[in-house]
């Protein structure tokens, strides 16, 4: 595994900005809490734990204060179970526990535990670990962004935007897993992103600011990839 430093969006901005659409919080869209024990080896964990990181900061981020600590003692879990438990210690817990009304809070101590637990991955030399968290968390980020999304509604236009824009950070998660791409764990994730990618060209039509928005898309493309989103999730967290 290439042993260099992507960037990401980190859930946290994406959830920002669905919230800020005013898209109404779905609790059905997350991963279930139920699916923590099917999370055997050490890759399928890493991937775990940039999911559950999404979905903490889309229900940290909409008020949804019980199912936030729920989600954070799930990632606690993996975080141990993976030898980086420093990334989510007690503390932490205990000071969202007490601040779950404060959302700049809210917002630092996810960041920090995201963040805190990709660089403890990469500081044990674990790079392909570290990688699959944070194409965990950027999938789980993109399926809640494409299904919060309404295509139609002239309000949700930045949403789209900012779900074309992760063209770019695809290339950047190609970049670190080509070398792997044999791998039996990256192999069928690379395959699909790469189907993606596709479906990224196809979206976008023009770039042109002068056209209409909806003159700038293929609306049918764009569902596709909403439909491809769905499947490289599925596929992550089964």
Known sequence: MKRIFFVLPSP??????IKKTGVV???DLLNSTENLAGYSTSTSRAIALGVYCADLSYSGLNEQYQTSIEYLNVARNLAESLGILKAVDPEKIKLLEENLTNKELIVDVI???YMESHEQLREQDRYMLASLMMI???VESLYLATQSVQVNDVRHQILIERILDQQLSLESVKAVLSENQSHPVIQPIYKDLLHLERLFEKSLVSENKDLDFYDKINLVGFEQLILKVNDIRDYLVD
């Open 12 to 17: 946290i901005e994406t959830s920002l900005l």
């Open 25 to 27: 919080f779905r609790e």
């Open 111 to 113: 960041s920090e535990i």
């Open 136 to 138: 965990g968390g950027w």
